[in-house]
């Protein structure tokens, strides 16, 4: 027997732990997504009625005068209603969201009763670059928002505008700013198309 002939189980035996180590390596991270999506399932709902607690919470902040909110549908859009003490509107509170520079912002906008005004905008949730796109949580920045018409879509300037329907984006975060503003105009006009086709108009 030569030195190729010895040589050849061996080289055989490493072949198939090399085959092995594979299907280890698959069925390990089968069971780990297996793992993490159960997770995932299982925090789902605690997750939702979190975010249904923060979006009832902020609704007076959001809108001036309400003290509680109303979850229903328009057009299959879901909305809050917020309300006064004596169960008048207010105004409404929209969640919406929409893919930031990093992963998806989701987001509260609040709006007059006449859809007229933006009253306010709360970040729920972004995963934005710390220290620069993560400020649009901030209130200093988002209280711009505030008083904005909507007869026209927000534009974003790199200054300070008196433009009024012009909002100023962050300083080293222009595509965080234009995610939010974007966000923002498309929650106003869903919310506008929803009410008209509601109401048949």
């Known amino acids: 027997m030569n030195e190729q002939t010895k040589a050849a189980p061996e080289i055989r035996r490493k072949g198939g732990g090399y085959l092995g180590q594979a299907w280890l390596i698959l069925v390990l991270a089968l069971l780990f997504g297996s793992g993490l999506a159960a997770v995932q399932m299982a925090l789902e709902p605690i997750i939702a009625r979190n975010k249904l607690s923060e979006t009832l919470l902020q609704i007076p902040n959001l809108v001036p005068g309400s003290e509680t909110g109303e ?93 009024p329907h012009h909002v100023e984006a962050l300083t080293g975060a222009t595509i965080s700013s234009e995610s939010v503003k974007d966000i923002v105009n498309g929650a106003v006009a869903s919310l506008k198309e929803a009410l008209a086709k509601a109401s048949g108009s």
């Open 71 to 163: 979850q229903e549908r328009v057009n299959g859009q879901l909305v809050f209603r917020a309300l006064d003490a004596d169960g008048n509107l207010m105004g409404w509170v929209l969640p919406a969201s929409g893919q930031g520079f990093a992963d998806k912002i989701e987001m509260l906008v609040g709006l007059d009763a006449a859809l007229e005004t933006i009253t306010g905008i709360y970040v729920l949730d972004q995963k934005e670059t710390p220290g620069l796109g993560n400020r649009i949580a901030e209130a200093g920045w988002r209280d711009q928002f505030r008083g904005k018409p909507t007869s026209k879509p927000l534009e974003l300037s790199s200054a300070e505008s008196s433009i």
